[in-house]
């Protein structure tokens, strides 16, 4: 086992597309010095965890088992938080990903980064930049961050949790501070552990550019020019792998089909779009296509993302 690992933590239901992830996490990472784990919370054995099993083996992915109770209660969301407890002893820095993204290229620079100490490498939300370009839709995310008591000093940095770069020993200290934050705050969490992150590290979390967790419904947008995606991180529901549908299309789509076609036990594991919720989401997305994509064409989003992508730490 290496001393550095990316490492995906996900439940029944979400190894379709998690291991895929892996897959292509580990075409993009050196196997002589990079490890690459799945770590699947579950209670109980099961003929999905054996044929997701089986595809990490062969290709030099490790496959861990985790007991619900290792979260203490908490929803499977806050895994990542557990990581130190879940991990080989040996791996003690962390390149952390969410199974709903897709590797594009190398990793090896955002591996190789320092994260600061006591604290993580993670990318801007991107509330932050929506917040700047649309009055609106800035109100509602104030309200968000209101309910969850984000204070505004923090929104402008305030990161996604699904891609985080941090060292195994920052692990335990921010844990237990979100733990005794859940306990104590007045305040509902409206993005749970991300919300909880975003508190607890503060001034300790150094934004990465845009380009290692690019939202997957700004493929189709002009922002890619600005920012070259190297991780595409799907949010929001449907994704991918249910199908060639906008604003992703074909291209981010075929890797889900050439897995099964070489793994075909997967197969049954692969969700997709049909009937009238396919019908229904491809209307939402010509109208979403109408009315958001004039907001994403306009000069003021690139330059927010430009001048975002200036105040982040250059990894080359």
């Known amino acids: 086992m290496r001393q550095l690992a990316v490492c995906y933590t996900a439940t029944s239901g979400y190894l379709f597309s998690t291991v895929l992830s892996a897959l292509q996490a580990r075409l993009h990472s050196d196997p002589a010095s990079v490890s690459v784990l799945v770590c699947l919370i579950a209670d109980h054995p099961s003929e999905e965890q054996d044929v997701f099993e089986s595809v990490c083996e062969r290709n030099g992915i490790d496959f861990i ?4 109770s290792t979260l203490r209660g908490l929803h499977p969301a806050f895994a990542r938080l557990f990581l130190d407890e879940i991990l080989p002893s040996e791996v003690q820095e962390v390149l952390y990903l969410d199974g ?3 590797v594009l290229a190398d990793l090896t620079p955002l591996l190789e980064a320092a994260p600061p100490a006591g604290g993580v490498l993670a990318v801007r939300d ?6 700047q370009v649309s009055p609106s839709l800035r109100g509602k995310i104030d309200g968000w961050w209101d309910e969850s008591g984000i204070l505004p000093a923090l929104r402008s940095n305030y990161v996604n949790s699904g891609v985080m770069r941090l060292s195994r020993a920052v692990l335990p200290e921010l844990r237990d501070s979100v733990l005794d934050l859940i306990g104590g705050q007045g305040f509902s969490l409206h993005f749970k552990d991300q919300d909880a992150i975003n508190i607890v590290l503060g001034p300790r979390i150094q934004p990465i550019s845009l380009a290692w967790n690019f939202p997957g419904f700004l493929v189709g947008s002009n922002l890619v020019s600005v920012v070259s995606p190297r991780v595409v991180h799907f949010m929001s ?3 991918p792998w249910e199908g060639p549908l906008p604003p992703w299309g074909a291209k981010y789509h075929e890797p889900y089909l050439a897995f099964v076609r070489q793994y075909p036990a997967t197969a049954p594991y692969q969700s997709r779009l049909h009937g009238t919720r396919r019908v229904r ?4 997305q010509r109208y979403k296509g109408l009315a958001e994509g004039r907001l994403w064409r306009r000069k003021a989003a690139a330059e927010a993302v ?9 990894l080359g």
């Open 126 to 131: 991107p509330m932050v930049f929506i917040r």
């Open 100 to 102: 709903d993204t897709q």
């Open 237 to 239: 529901d449907p994704r």
């Open 281 to 284: 989401y491809e209307l939402q």
């Open 306 to 314: 430009r001048a975002l992508e200036q105040a982040t730490l250059d």
């Open 65 to 68: 088992v985790v007991p619900l």
